[in-house]
């Protein structure tokens, strides 16, 4: 080789480290919208629908999307453009969220916070630290979120807590021990009802429900239904569902059906069910359940009549849609339109189906990372 | 590209171009003078006598030290002696930054975990030999380089593919790229019969680092070495995120850090003239681990203790002139524990106890067949086991096997090297269903070539096929037993070139070219994906990666008296695509996470005297956190200047130097992981007194 051609090497690896080296101006990353996903109306009863991406664990991407009902847009990562000035955004895996009156709610798990933000501008109004927060309800005028731990580094304190927090002060009131790793809550009759998972220590899953009296906020009663219980929904007809996880091994998930008159079981449905969501008189049940054998989800959709408490043989998906990994589901309480999330393989962005009332798909989108809640937004 | 309205970032543009032109400028001026010269010389070089070239041609060659970088058919990357010493380097993870084809998986500061990843290929087709036999883990299979200290390291030799000689243990063999760390040879001064090497570190993130070695002769055919190493470190350092608007500078906690090494080897020569070498390692640790830095928690208390503790000794003797024997045998033992104080069970604290324990046994029989043809045959076994006080855990125990065929053919232009490995890995587990038995059959061809007459140039290529197993971590975790999945499958393709010039008359004294293409596939890629609980852990093997890339590197020597300087450069490109099918991947041909399209290392030595002078830059091109390639994903560029000054003098009958470093200069503040920042400008000090 010669020289020269050495030379020009070296010149040109210089050249390139030097054009390639530069960084960027660090800028709040802008949102993304996709315009006429569906057809503008600006007279609908339901404005908008918000949809919390959990992103993954130490990834501090959690991110909010927002479908606008009105204009027929779909809104990604709507927070860090109106709230620029919050360190590290939204944060690490939000794992609900709410709207109550003119707030809209996010719970951020591994940030340890409770976001509350302006449900029309998505202005940030506040923030509620919470060690480990995972689910929010709302009831006359307070919000409760149930937290996996009271504490940390005590080893004596293995239960988890509800706190109760002011809406108007965004401060904490009071706070009520109950079960391990507890999870949904559901209000019924001036009472909170809260599945206990017991995830920390799979060896003793926790059983039960915790019913909690929101008078004097402590736990009155414990329910019990069967172990690693997650998702927990009231129908209008006073029952409670609930979704047992089961141990991802030998004993299977399952939905129970509570009676909060009798607070006792008043039935099984022997069915996989990961997460659900009642309307009216209808629950839509899907599962994702793992085969550690072969190492695969088994998927599933279920409907069933919560009135008489009876399996429907209808679908909510009847066009085939391959869902990778449903994640959160939701159903328009006027449209009927159901939604369906899937979080594909949780490192990836997710998508956002819409599903007519007939199950055929109306429109999908591309969310965040691993989309998981909803919150719809009345007038 | 933007100028950058940010002074911080303005002042590392303008400095960097401020390099690029010195550099440029000082490599330039000489080539001019050597383009004066030239043509004397080849007047000289062209005599009717075909004796007299052949004669100049040798004197040429006498003045080349062509060197193993060169002649080794696959590509191979060194720093030894006082070149890593004098490195801005505390452990092994700091030092091999500098090799191209490399990314340094490092989670900051002194404690984080530091993993390397060659080619693209995943850090766990990295195989990590200390003085030649394999570092093992079979829980995760990473090795932490940040943990090996370099005090007692006297070479760092780096092998895509694998090391060019057939005469190794079957391990040897069994990796996609192989990390050799050789420990300190002791030699000898006349008339003395011990060496102290004294250590004294100490700087930012409250460094204190006192070292000794001591090594002494026992008699004309042995030696021993006791190397003794204490460790401790606040870990704390500034880190700052901002994204223009929000500017948040904090400190880094629970990255405190205590270690202890102790090292005892013993070397010989036996009266039949057959060698002998033993060491014992043992290792005590305990660190915080310091988390992710995510929106308003930034804080931890995560903590975990290591201890290991290994015995290895290497036999080799020439049995006859044509049959030689290279036995190694190793016994390790690591303990590993967890605390995690923010997992509160019925059972207390996560508190977990894990213990790994193995066995190996190698042995390599050479033959020579005849003067240019050399047949191996080695098989080694390894057994390892883990226990861990983890509820429903599966206690699994897995034996391998391997055996490795290899013959070399070495004639005067050619080298050819070739093996077919064979695997047999059996899993034992006492609860739950084992991974059973795998077997597998794994090629490699290499080939050096020497084109024309003088030995400048060579032509280098390899071809080999390997897979890493599942390790103990993919297969048993918990309460998800994954018998399913498939070992994880590596094919190699490397094409290069090596050149050395000498150059007489000129301030340029030598200049060293290595440059390889390449072409890797990773098939059946074993994809884990954490969740926010146990319950949402997977691990499958979807993974499908094509990687392309080429590494450049060059070595060029100065002498401008009264100063002696080498530049070294490096650079990679690399494009390593997700190339998994469509159909279960929306990301169907992106660049893999974290892996930059270019990169690059400038390493600048100078010494005049007593002092010398380094001077290191090292570049990492933008990159994604995430398989998609989006906004949201993107991390910039890093890019640091690290500097540092080396004073040697003699003190009577003793050799002192003192040394000063500054390292990312410029205080760049970056993450190579997203959301576990890196140190910003940082000092260290050193002081070794040898006797």
């Known amino acids: 080789m010669r020289i020269n051609n050495l030379r020009y090497i070296v010149v040109m690896l210089f050249a390139v480290a030097f054009l390639a080296s530069c960084r960027k101006d660090p800028k709040p990353v802008p949102e993304e919208v996709v315009e006429t996903l569906f057809p503008a109306d600006l007279n609908v009863a339901v404005k908008g629908l918000y949809l919390v991406n959990e992103g993954n664990m130490s990834m501090n991407k959690a991110s909010l999307d927002y479908v606008d009902f009105t204009s027929g847009q779909y809104r990604r990562n709507i927070y860090n453009q109106s709230n620029p000035q919050i360190t590290k955004g939204l944060g690490d895996v939000a794992n609900d969220i709410g709207v109550y009156g003119s707030k809209l709610y996010i719970v951020v798990n591994g940030s340890n916070k409770v976001e509350v933000l302006d449900v029309k501008t998505g202005r940030r109004l506040g923030q509620v630290d919470l060690l480990n927060p995972r689910y929010i309800i709302f009831n006359q005028g307070k919000v409760y979120v149930s937290s996996y731990l009271g504490q940390i580094g005590d080893p004596n304190a293995p239960k988890g807590i509800v706190a109760e927090i002011d809406t108007l002060t965004l401060k904490e009131i009071r706070r009520t021990e109950v079960g391990r790793q507890p999870e949904e809550m559901a209000v019924v009759g001036g009472k909170l009802y809260v599945a206990n998972s017991g995830g920390y220590s799979p060896e003793k899953y926790e059983r039960t429900i915790s019913v909690v009296s929101l008078v004097t906020l402590k736990e009155i009663n414990t329910i019990d239904v069967a172990i690693n219980l997650h998702r927990l929904k009231a129908d209008?007809?006073?029952?409670?569902?609930?979704?047992?996880?089961?141990?991802?091994?030998?004993?299977?998930?399952?939905?129970?059906?509570?009676?909060?008159?009798?607070?006792?079981?008043?039935?099984?449905?022997?069915?996989?069910?990961?997460?659900?969501?009642?309307?009216?008189?209808?629950?839509?049940?899907?599962?994702?359940?793992?085969?550690?054998?072969?190492?695969?989800?088994?998927?599933?959709?279920?409907?069933?009549?919560?009135?008489?408490?009876?399996?429907?043989?209808?679908?909510?998906?009847?066009?085939?849609?391959?869902?990778?990994?449903?994640?959160?589901?939701?159903?328009?309480?006027?449209?009927?339109?159901?939604?369906?999330?899937?979080?594909?393989?949780?490192?990836?962005?997710?998508?956002?189906?819409?599903?007519?009332?007939?199950?055929?798909?109306?429109?999908?989108?591309?969310?965040?990372?691993?989309?998981?809640?909803?919150?719809?937004?009345?007038? | 590209m933007r100028r950058n309205k940010n002074a911080f970032a303005g002042v590392n543009c303008v400095f960097l171009t401020l390099i690029t032109t010195l550099l440029l400028s000082g490599i330039g001026i000489p080539v001019i003078l050597q383009a004066q010269t030239v043509p004397a010389q080849k007047v000289a070089a062209q005599p009717d006598s075909l004796d007299k070239i052949n004669q100049l041609n040798e004197v040429e060659i006498r003045k080349i030290k062509v060197s193993r970088r060169q002649t080794s058919s696959t590509p191979l990357q060194i720093l030894s002696g006082s070149e890593l010493q004098k490195l801005n380097s505390l452990s092994v993870a700091d030092a091999v930054r500098y090799f191209s084809g490399v990314q340094l998986k490092d989670y900051g500061g002194i404690g984080g975990m530091k993993t390397l990843n060659i080619r693209s290929l995943g850090t766990n087709h990295t195989g990590v030999f200390y003085d030649g036999i394999q570092l093992g883990n079979a829980q995760n299979g990473q090795v932490d380089l940040g943990k090996y200290s370099l005090d007692n390291i006297e070479e760092i030799a780096l092998y895509n593919g694998q090391k060019s000689t057939i005469f190794q243990p079957a391990k040897g063999f069994a990796t996609a790229s192989s990390l050799y760390l050789k420990a300190r040879q002791p030699v000898f001064e006349k008339d003395k019969t011990y060496l102290i090497n004294a250590y004294l570190k100490t700087g930012s993130f409250g460094l204190i680092n006192p070292s000794v070695l001591w090594q002494n002769k026992l008699g004309s055919n042995f030696n021993s070495s006791v190397n003794a190493e204490y460790t401790r470190a606040d870990g704390k350092y500034k880190f700052r995120y901002t994204n223009g608007v929000y500017d948040t500078t904090a400190v880094r906690n629970n990255g405190d850090v205590e270690r202890m090494r102790l090292e005892l080897a013993l070397n010989g020569v036996l009266n039949d003239s057959s060698t002998l070498s033993t060491r014992v390692y043992l290792y005590s640790d305990e660190m915080g681990l310091p988390g992710a830095i995510v929106s308003n928690k930034f804080n931890y208390l995560q903590r975990t203790w290591n201890q290991n503790l290994f015995v290895q000794s290497t036999y080799q003797k020439d049995i006859t002139k044509k049959y030689s024997l290279m036995a190694n045998a190793?016994?390790?033992?690591?303990?590993?524990?967890?605390?995690?104080?923010?997992?509160?069970?019925?059972?207390?604290?996560?508190?977990?106890?894990?213990?790994?324990?193995?066995?190996?046994?190698?042995?390599?029989?050479?033959?020579?067949?005849?003067?240019?043809?050399?047949?191996?045959?080695?098989?080694?076994?390894?057994?390892?086991?883990?226990?861990?006080?983890?509820?429903?855990?599966?206690?699994?125990?897995?034996?391998?096997?391997?055996?490795?065929?290899?013959?070399?053919?070495?004639?005067?232009?050619?080298?050819?090297?070739?093996?077919?490995?064979?695997?047999?890995?059996?899993?034992?587990?006492?609860?739950?269903?084992?991974?059973?038995?795998?077997?597998?059959?794994?090629?490699?061809?290499?080939?050096?070539?020497?084109?024309?007459?003088?030995?400048?140039?060579?032509?280098?290529?390899?071809?080999?096929?390997?897979?890493?197993?599942?390790?103990?971590?993919?297969?048993?975790?918990?309460?998800?037993?994954?018998?399913?999945?498939?070992?994880?499958?590596?094919?190699?393709?490397?094409?290069?070139?090596?050149?050395?010039?000498?150059?007489?008359?000129?301030?340029?004294?030598?200049?060293?070219?290595?440059t390889d293409a390449y072409y890797n596939e990773v098939r059946d890629k074993i994809v884990a994906v954490p969740g926010n609980n146990s319950q949402r852990w997977s691990v499958e093997n979807i993974g499908e990666v094509e990687i392309k890339g080429i590494d450049v590197n060059i070595q060029t020597n100065w002498k401008v008296q009264p100063l002696d300087f080498n530049v070294g450069i490096n650079y990679t490109w690399q494009q390593a695509l997700d190339v998994t099918p469509l159909s279960i991947n929306p990301d169907y041909g992106r660049q893999i996470p974290y892996t930059p399209e270019h990169s690059g290392s400038v390493l600048f030595a100078a010494s005049l005297k007593k002092l010398s002078l380094n001077y290191s830059f090292i570049y990492t091109g933008a990159r994604y956190n995430q398989k998609a390639n989006i906004p949201v994903n993107y991390i910039q560029p890093w890019y640091t200047h690290d500097l540092a000054l080396n004073y040697l003098t003699k003190v009577a009958k003793s050799k002192v130097r003192v040394g000063a470093e500054i390292n990312n200069l410029l205080n760049q503040y970056y993450d190579v992981i997203a959301n576990f920042p890196m140190p910003g400008r940082s000092f260290r000090f050193t002081l070794i007194y040898s006797y």
């Open chain 1, 236 to 379: 209008k007809y006073g029952d409670l569902y609930v979704t047992s996880r089961g141990d991802t091994k030998n004993i299977p998930s399952k939905l129970y059906v509570i009676n909060t008159q009798t607070e006792q079981v008043k039935k099984v449905f022997d069915i996989s069910a990961g997460n659900l969501a009642i309307d009216d008189d209808l629950a839509y049940i899907y599962s994702a359940e793992f085969n550690s054998s072969t190492g695969m989800n088994s998927i599933s959709y279920t409907m069933l009549n919560v009135k008489d408490e009876t399996l429907l043989t209808t679908k909510f998906i009847t066009d085939g849609t391959d869902i990778k990994l449903p994640y959160g589901i939701a159903v328009h309480p006027v449209t009927k339109e159901v939604f369906v999330t899937d979080a594909t393989d949780y490192v990836t962005p997710g998508v956002l189906y819409c599903f007519d009332v007939s199950g055929k798909k109306k429109w999908s989108v591309q969310t965040g990372d691993i989309p998981a809640q909803f919150a719809f937004v009345y007038k």
């Open chain 2, 330 to 514: 190793k016994y390790g033992y690591d303990y590993n524990r967890y605390l995690d104080p923010e997992n509160v069970s019925l059972n207390g604290l996560l508190d977990n106890h894990y213990h790994h324990q193995e066995v190996y046994l190698s042995a390599a029989n050479q033959y020579h067949l005849t003067k240019f043809w050399d047949l191996v045959l080695s098989a080694d076994y390894q057994m390892n086991s883990l226990d861990a006080d983890v509820y429903l855990f599966s206690y699994p125990t897995r034996n391998t096997f391997l055996t490795a065929l290899a013959t070399h053919l070495n004639f005067k232009n050619l080298d050819v090297q070739a093996n077919l490995l064979g695997t047999y890995i059996h899993d034992r587990v006492e609860d739950g269903t084992p991974a059973g038995t795998k077997q597998k059959l794994s090629p490699t061809l290499m080939v050096s070539w020497q084109p024309f007459n003088g030995k400048e140039f060579r032509i280098r290529s390899f071809y080999k096929e390997i897979f890493r197993m599942p390790t103990f971590n993919d297969l048993y975790y918990t309460d998800f037993r994954r018998a399913y999945i498939r070992p994880e499958s590596a094919r190699q393709y490397d094409l290069g070139v090596t050149y050395i010039k000498v150059f007489h008359k000129s301030y340029l004294q030598q200049v060293s070219i290595q």
